[in-house]
């Protein structure tokens, strides 16, 4: 654990890994809030070793009369860093190495890498507490929001029953441009990269990953056990299609990448897929690039909290948030309660999941194709909340649209399976969960 701050005059000194967008937002941020910073912190903060690949390239901010680092992982042992600000990024390579070096070297680490920490979480936080030294995480999830405070410390009170979240800002955007426009997802995405919303390379982002690393992170800390990555189930966007937005609108849902966590008799259930809520959920209304979680405890009752997501202002928000706690030698561990006192409840796999579906078929217009995949449906136990077909057209593919009551989810994929068997079914059904609100 770190002592008090020596003199209230002296300042704490940081070294910052990774000059990119979150990296110059932190340098920029302790620059023109440096005041606001020193009275919370009570005490300056100041970088004043820096390291990134690339010595001469114009990062718009000030670097003179800081130390540069080629190595990041050589920051850890320079004599005159009190702290480390990681924000390279990546679940591997030099980012851990860094992490690990500092907290053998008992300096703590403040980081925005939500890769790193759900993948190897769990073995940093056993080293951080053997340490005895504090590893922050507050920018790793959801950019600019306090979520990891509000979880950890906010709602320390209370037993956690669910977490939901609008985890990744441009899944968001995407799927908000798709429903507002009636454009289809590959179309959207093009345009959001140009427009620098999402990646060159998308998949981490819209193939649901970035969102599962941040679900179980959050999972962890509601549920007060170590992270487990490989527990959560992920699903991304890719398919889901402007017919089913505007179907999931004439239902009165929206559709939404979410998180979810939540403890069910059997154990903790973590998903990441899309899901239609209700459009009177106050989740359903957080549109665009903005990310929000919901967190139900069994006091507090329901919390929503909404903010950006990322960019280099959030983000750099969150991360000077933890520097002030280290500052002022606050210190919470790092999944909020100590490593003999956190949970060891099970993961419940996927298979085992109950909730309502939506289920899209294209048939071909013709009699007895509805009574063959209501037989399907019966024969599973499946049984049927309502139903909606849209025109006729005898002999051409035609939409029919399914909502089920709760059921189970393995019955809905076998159900799946034999309704895309069925000769009059001609592209694959698609397939959408439907949370409650
Ligand atoms: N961007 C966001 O809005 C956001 C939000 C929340 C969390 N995060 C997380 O924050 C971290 C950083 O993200 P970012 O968007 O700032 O990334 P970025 O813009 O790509 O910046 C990465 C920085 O790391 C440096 N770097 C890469 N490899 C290095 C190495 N081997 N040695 C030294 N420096 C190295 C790069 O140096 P060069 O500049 O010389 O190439 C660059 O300055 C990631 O973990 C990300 O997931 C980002």
């Known amino acids: 654990m770190p002592d008090a701050p020596p003199r209230s005059h002296h300042p704490l000194s940081v070294a910052v890994a990774g000059l990119g ?53 050589a920051l850890a042992a320079d004599p005159g860093v009190d702290a480390i600000v990681e924000v390279i990024g990546g679940a591997d390579g030099p980012a851990r190495a860094l992490i690990e070096a500092a907290l053998a070297a008992k300096k ?23 340490q005895g030294v504090p590893l922050a995480f507050e920018a790793a999830v959801a950019g600019g929001i306090p979520v990891i405070k509000a979880l950890r410390e906010g709602l320390a009170g209370n037993r956690i029953s669910r977490v939901t979240g609008i985890l990744n800002g441009t899944c968001n955007y995407i799927l908000t441009v798709m429903r507002e426009r009636g454009r289809e997802f590959s179309e959207v995405l093009a345009e959001a990269q140009k427009l620098g919303y999402a990646e060159a390379d998308p998949a981490f982002d819209v193939d649901g990953i970035d ?3 941040k679900l179980a992170i959050l999972a962890a800390l509601a549920f007060g056990r170590p992270v487990d990555f490989g527990a959560v189930h992920v699903e991304g966007i890719r398919h889901v299609s402007a017919l089913d937005i505007a179907f999931a609108g004439e239902l009165g849902y929206r559709i939404k990448l979410l998180g979810i966590a939540r403890r069910t008799e059997a154990g903790i259930e973590a998903r990441v897929h899309p899901c239609m809520v209700p459009h009177s959920a106050p989740i359903a209304r957080v549109d665009g690039v ?17 903010g950006r997501g990322a960019g280099a202002g959030p983000t750099a928000s969150a991360v000077i948030a933890d520097l002030i706690d280290l500052a002022r030698g606050r210190y919470t561990p790092v999944w909020g309660a100590a490593s003999d006192r956190l949970s060891h409840e099970p993961s419940v796999p996927m298979a085992a999941h109950v909730g309502a579906y ?42 029919v649209v399914l909502v089920t009551h709760e059921t189970g989810e393995a019955a809905m994929r076998e159900a799946l399976r034999r309704i895309a068997a069925l000769d009059a079914v001609l592209e694959d059904p698609a397939l959408i969960r439907i949370e409650p609100a």
């Open 21 to 73: 967008t979150v990296g110059t937002g932190v340098l920029t941020l302790l620059r023109e809030n440096a005041d606001i910073v020193a009275a919370h912190a009570g005490r300056p903060i100041a970088v004043t070793a820096v390291s990134a690949r690339d010595r001469s390239r114009d990062r718009g901010i000030p670097l003179t009369g800081l130390r540069w680092y080629d190595d990041p992982v």
């Open 108 to 130: 703590p680490v403040v980081t925005a890498n939500k890769a790193l920490l759900a993948v190897h979480g769990a073995a940093l936080a056993a080293v951080a507490e053997k």
């Open 211 to 213: 969102a599962a690393h």
């Open 290 to 306: 903005f990310n929000a979680v919901v967190a139900e405890g069994d006091f507090v009752g329901r919390v929503m909290l909404e």
């Open 358 to 399: 939506y289920l899209r078929l294209m048939v071909v217009d013709r009699p007895g194709v509805i009574a063959d995949v209501t037989a399907v449906l019966r024969d599973l136990g499946v049984s049927l909340e309502s139903m909606l077909q849209r025109g006729r057209s005898p002999g051409e593919a035609v939409p």
